[in-house]
């Protein structure tokens, strides 16, 4: 990390044209690199990570990382906008993509370009999503109840927008939504339930 790339993260980056968010009921939109539904005959939990270093990606990827221990019959899978290398130092930094001594992974996907991003309707965000009084508060209040801080940003902006669906084994959104604020993160247990049923 350097001066230049922590603000660098704050300048916003080229548009990419977005096509609107899935809805819930809907087929989930489908790539080489997220194919959906998955060839594996599960259901599918995918995050959206806002850039590697911001406390609410990380709060989110252990909680699926989490999830994905206790759940072998479910893909978890993290998008980062990072670039490869930020991103797979950014995960070894947090503890890896599983927990100690489970066979189950989180999967970690690289999207510097934004592409998946944009096909499930994220874009950039503005400055009251980012730096609402209410997101920065809760942001704190995850450091000092989880110790989960701002970690170095090497790569990605801080203006991507985040987000989670859950998405059935036939490839229909079952729940989730872009995120609503910067402080905002999955409900795992919520997603895991909208795929049970």
Request: hydrophobic share 35%; glycine share 8%.
């Amino acid at each position: 990390m350097t001066f230049s790339t922590e603000v660098s993260s704050w300048c916003s980056p080229k548009a990419v044209e977005l096509s609107a968010a899935p809805q819930i009921g809907n087929k989930a939109p489908s790539c080489p690199e997220l194919p959906l539904p998955a060839a594996n005959g599960k259901p599918t939990i995918v995050t959206f990570l806002r850039h590697c270093g911001c406390p609410v990606a990380e709060a989110t990827f252990l909680d699926i990382r989490k999830a994905s221990s206790q759940q072998p019959d479910i893909n978890f899978i993290a998008v980062s906008h990072s670039d490869e290398p930020s991103t797979t130092k950014w995960v070894t930094a947090v503890g890896g993509t599983s927990e100690p001594g489970s066979p189950n992974t989180v999967t970690v996907l690289v999207d510097p370009e934004r592409k998946i991003y944009a096909q499930w309707g994220l874009g950039t965000t503005s400055w009251s999503h980012v730096l609402s009084l209410k997101a920065l508060m809760n942001i704190i209040k995850l450091g000092s109840e989880k110790g989960i801080w701002n970690r170095p940003t090497e790569s990605g902006t801080r203006w991507q927008s985040g987000g989670f669906w859950a998405v059935d084994a036939s490839g229909v959104v079952r729940w989730g939504r872009a995120a609503r604020r910067a402080d905002d993160y999955i409900d795992v247990e919520e997603a895991i339930k909208a795929v049970r049923t």
